[in-house]
């Protein structure tokens, strides 16, 4: 059973100001980001990997999500409330990269997992229809909740951040629906650090990876879709107190949403030496950094190739 928590119209209008202030910066670390793994993944000849390439449409999705913040901080600072149905227009393109940026790192996730797990499997598979086939799958995921979305907009004024893109009835199933696939990704990232055991030096930088993208989506992800499910189902549906919520918790999602490349950069030496020959300037950081004179792999394939 829920209550109506009441928030001021001036309480309101600063929460998201501080909030659109927070994703602005992690916006800037994410863009800079995933615009380098992007890069170095088209220029490198070492990053044509099936999993390389699905990290680099996550790159571009999650390049893409972060650009409706834009608008958020003009809305927050102008304090200007629109309709649901033209923050469903204005981030149309952020909202649906959201959505299949989750998607892409679902079969990041399980790519990793066959790799592991099922080495003959994975090298039958033809890359070309096995990236078209994530791809396929992640837009009619897109496409579901932009339907939904569409369906359930209405004319109640909101302040413009990316989850406003759909209202309340709907945001329900999609919060649930998004929990619960980055809830598989830790899932299958633990099953991964405890079962597969690869005497390695890159496999076990690859390992610490897990480590912090299971902390980042735990305190990420995770966290903001399952707190703001159980506040719409227990504690409040004031449209005012629950974009609040959402704006703040948005804050961590953006974190991880930024993390990336910096995760790569200074735990996977192929990623850390691809950087470098691809983007020179990034030897600077390099040269900087502790993480240094790691045994270098030609691929992030199979794990029993020795060439993870």
Known sequence: MTSDLEISLPTFFFVNKLSSI?????????????????????????LKNRCNILIAFQALSDFLHQLGHIPYVYFAFSETLISYRSCYFVQFVSFSACDFSTMVMFFIAVDRLIAAK?????????????????VVIALAYCTVFKILAYESASDNMTMCLIPEAITLPAAKLWFMSDGIINIGVTIIYV???????????????????????????????????????????FVSSNSRFFTCLEAALGVAVNVNVALPFYIYYFRSSLYRKEFQHTLPFVRVIYSLSPARGSVVPRSIGNPHDNKW
């Open 22 to 46: 927070a994703v602005l910066v992690c916006s800037i670390f994410g863009w800079f980001g995933n615009l380098l793994i992007i890069w170095a993944t088209v220029r490198s000849k070492h």
């Open 118 to 134: 099922g080495t003959t499997l994975y090298s039958s598979l033809n890359s070309t229809f096995y990236i078209l086939a994530v």
């Open 191 to 233: 099953v991964l650090m405890v079962s597969v055991k690869v005497p390695t030096s890159e496999y076990r930088q690859l390992n610490k990876s897990l480590n912090t993208i299971i902390v980042a989506h735990i305190f990420g992800w995770i966290l903001t879709m399952v707190v703001t499910f159980a506040v719409t189902l």
